[in-house]
């Protein structure tokens, strides 16, 4: 099981400029507690993933201090069954208690479009550079994050790779190769697989465009940087669904047009 904590914005009255920044130590309680008893936990912390951001909150005259809910969404891992939120002060309930309604109805909708069960050994990090050659077999390391999940999660993974580009002939050979020799049951409902594999496949890389910008903005690791743009590629190749995607294709449109996703300075920025 998967616990996620989050701590949203740091919100304050709009115009002030003393609000400090503080960690979420009550939230890292929760995650040690969990995690002595063997419990996996994620953790999201607004505030910290883009210090410098400060976007207005109408409803209140309120400002906030992080990411926004939107870019929360594409960091939560998929497979997550509990939620824990951080919440300090009375003044603060407003704008999360929105946030927590965005959140359920996004995922909601996302997750119960899903046709196969949580019921397959999934590495969760299954690509090209976490595969080694020993002799004639083929070995996986990094396998720290194994969980039980979607059987179609690992090849979305594959195919889909951020990190080494494809042609898309390429990806249709191997998707269509898995397809003639996995079990019966996928084979004989091909399109429910494909189904669930775009919606992982845009799930997984939503939330790349997240960390590779985290990587960079906290740790300073530049080269992340240019693996977005072809992330965004990728994202819609999958995207292309409008009964599945069209209420995510509209938002993703609206604030981060075709352009700008080509422009590495934008998620430097």
């Known amino acids: 099981m998967i616990i996620t904590l989050i701590r ?15 960690p979420p130590i009550g939230l890292a309680y929760i995650a040690s507690s969990c995690k002595s008893k063997g419990i996996t936990v994620k953790g ?11 976007f207005k909150i109408p409803k ?19 497979k997550t069954k509990v939620f824990g939120i951080s919440l300090m002060f009375s003044h603060e309930w407003s704008y999360i208690k929105d946030c927590l309604k ?21 590495h969760r990090d299954f690509h090209v550079s976490n595969l080694m050659k020993i002799n004639n077999q083929i070995g996986v390391i990094d396998s720290q994050d194994a969980i039980i999940g979607n059987p179609t999660y690992d090849l979305a993974s594959l ?37 669930d594999f775009n919606i992982l496949s845009v799930q997984r890389n939503l939330k790349i465009i997240g960390i590779f910008s985290r990587l960079f903005k906290r740790d300073k690791k530049k080269q992340y940087l240019k693996l977005i743009p072809y992330t965004w590629k990728l994202l819609e190749l999958r995207l292309k ?16 047009s075709s352009k700008t996703r080509k422009k590495i300075k934008f998620y430097a920025n």
């Open 159 to 195: 195919i889909d790779d951020v990190r080494i580009k494809t042609s898309n002939q390429l990806k249709n050979n191997v998707l269509n190769y898995y397809l003639n020799k996995c079990p019966q049951i996928y084979r004989r409902k091909k399109n429910d697989f494909i189904h």
């Open 102 to 122: 965005v959140l359920k109805k996004k995922l909601q909708i996302l997750y119960k479009k899903l046709k196969f069960k949580n019921n397959i050994f999934v």
């Open 8 to 22: 949203f914005a740091l919100i304050a009255p709009y115009g002030s400029i003393n609000n400090e920044p503080t």
């Open 241 to 256: 669904d409008k009964k599945v995607f069209g209420e995510i294709n509209t938002i993703l449109n609206q604030f981060i």
């Open 60 to 78: 209140g005259k309120l400002q906030g201090n992080g990411i926004e809910i939107n870019e929360i969404i594409n960091l939560i891992d998929h």
């Open 44 to 54: 999201i912390d607004s505030t910290s993933e883009n210090l410098n951001k400060i």
